[in-house]
């Protein structure tokens, strides 16, 4: 009976042993979790213009949802009034100038969850844009009341970024064990129109740059909420 009991004893320290690494790797990377939003908006700085210039960019989604709570949301940021708005393309984030010489508009939101299951994603495939189309892979934005001037170009930086569900960690790199990313870039050069402009959607950290094309539709229907 002793020796029965010598068995067991060695082999639950042996399962310890070899549990405990596993238990602490996914605890360490589903505790603590969260989603990333930026926006960056370069090649305005010292920009005059004789009226309110507004960009419209794409609002993050977990499959159909919003993936940023409205609280979350500043009112301005470097001189440019922030919001939501209902587009016929669906919901975007409105920056809006409210200077008479432009300053790069630039913002970051992080909200944080105490665990990676508050987040609820397995796969990119999960992450999009709120305009996005999936058959061409590309998101819309939308300019209005911005010249540039010749030889002069605007870029806009979207990420989005979000931790996965535990089941995931053990089967990526260690690098990115358990965070998905969807980027987007728009090179907008000098004779670009007022308009919607589509610019490719990547479904990974980015490793190059992409130059967008662009049309331009009628102005946008929007809604403040």
Known sequence: MQKKWIILTI??????????????????NISDAGIYYDVSITGLENRTVSEPVTIFVPVP?????????????????????????????GQMLSLTSTEPV????????????????????TRASQLHFSTENSSSQTALIYLSGLMIPENGRVVIDISFQTSSKYEDLLMQPND????????????IPSDTESGWIAIPIEESPRKTSYICSH??????STTRR
């Open 11 to 28: 082999l639950l320290v042996l399962l310890a042993v070899l549990v405990a690494p596993l238990i602490f790797t996914l605890y360490v």
């Open 61 to 89: 989604l977990i499959y159909d949802t919003s993936a940023l709570p409205e609280e979350k949301l500043p009112s301005t940021t470097n001189g440019w009034n922030v919001s939501f708005v209902e587009t016929e393309h």
């Open 215 to 220: 049309r331009t539709p009628p102005h946008p």
């Open 176 to 187: 990115m064990r358990g965070i998905y990313s969807l980027s987007a870039i728009a090179s």
């Open 102 to 121: 432009l300053r790069n508009p630039d913002l970051s939101i992080w909200q944080y969850f105490s665990s990676a299951f508050d987040v609820q994603v």
